[in-house]
């Protein structure tokens, strides 16, 4: 680790795992384990499997947390082995809950989780909740006049002076989106959610970034995105400067508010949402505006983030 790094940050770590597997190690990871050795001794912590990644590969990517702040990169009194073998205890399965990890995970398997989410719906047929798996935000358009809404809000809020979102989700297609309304993928909002400081949406048919200036300004060009295929999307913030991205490559940066890290309210929220116009005469009866999310991460972020590797 090259850079300082407070407690609870998130550490991608990438490493062969196909070459511990062809010594002997298990196929599925149940033998690898993250300690933390630090001025107490060896102590087992918690690893995940990126949501993106698989075990056995050439380049399996897993995630720890930081244990307590680490000064420097000299700073040696906190050390973080990857241990391949079972634990002290015999045959243990290795500590490996999201929550130790990240700020915020959900896979929405069990349903919506009110520990993690406040949802709502709003102006007639609108819903959110989970099938199949996945959490699914549905939205009418072209039945009633007026607007209807689907969210999903953070009961966490955010604090930190850099934030990373990241979420494999499937927005509507884009000829129903263009004229019916807005998938807003996701969404930083103060406590009342009156104002989206920050926005990432997906609007006729095109990705742009919005800011609360008064009311909401679309400052960004729009960056087409006419399909409806699964694709993770990426959400990151640090200082004055938010950057977007899709499967990995950079789409655009915008500038939030000045006062997006500072609302009045002093709280910032992540909100999911889809919301159809249905007072729009040219959009189709019937049509749905629909938003899947496969998986949600929120973590601490700075940039440029630590380089980790692996060292025998």
Same mark, same amino acid.
């Given at each position: 680790m090259i850079r300082p790094l407070k407690a609870r940050y998130s550490v991608m770590l990438e490493f062969d795992h196909e070459a511990l597997v062809a010594v002997g190690a298990d196929p599925e990871g149940g033998d690898l384990r993250i300690e933390h050795r630090g001025e107490r001794g060896p102590n087992e912590i918690d690893r995940v499997l990126d949501d993106a990644s698989s075990w056995g590969g050439a380049r399996t990517r897993i995630w720890f947390a930081v244990q307590q702040k680490i +000064?420097?990169?000299?700073?040696?009194a906190h050390q973080y082995w990857l241990v391949v073998g079972p634990d002290g205890e015999g045959d243990q399965a290795p500590l490996?809950?999201?929550e130790h990890v990240f700020l915020l995970h959900d896979a929405f398997t069990s349903g919506i989780d009110t520990q993690r989410w406040l949802p709502g719906d709003s102006g007639g047929a609108a819903s959110v909740g989970t099938s199949g798996g996945?959490?699914?935000f549905q939205a009418d358009a072209g039945a009633e006049t007026g607007q209807s809404e689907a969210?999903?809000?953070s009961v966490l809020s955010i604090?930190?002076?850099g934030i990373r979102v990241d979420?494999?989700?499937k927005a509507s297609d884009a000829d129903? +989106?263009?004229v019916c309304g807005e998938t807003g993928i996701m969404s930083f909002v103060d406590v009342d959610e009156a104002h989206e400081r920050a926005t990432f949406a997906l609007f006729g048919g095109a990705h742009q970034f919005g800011r609360w200036v008064g009311g909401m300004t679309y400052e960004t060009e729009a960056v087409p995105d006419a399909d409806s295929a699964w694709h993770q999307y990426g959400l990151a913030w640090t200082g004055d400067t938010v950057q977007l991205l899709r499967d990995g490559a950079q789409r655009m940066i915008g500038h939030p508010s000045p006062d997006f890290a500072t609302s009045d309210h002093e709280q910032l929220f992540l909100r999911l949402r889809v919301r159809a116009n249905s007072n729009d005469t040219t959009c189709p009866t019937g049509s749905q505006l629909k938003l899947e999310i496969d998986w949600i991460r929120m973590r601490s972020y700075m940039r440029p983030e630590p380089a980790v590797a692996t060292a025998r």
């Open positions: +000064d420097a990169a000299s700073d040696s490996q809950d999201p996945v959490g699914l969210w999903l809000r604090r930190e002076d979420v494999r989700a129903i +989106d263009m």
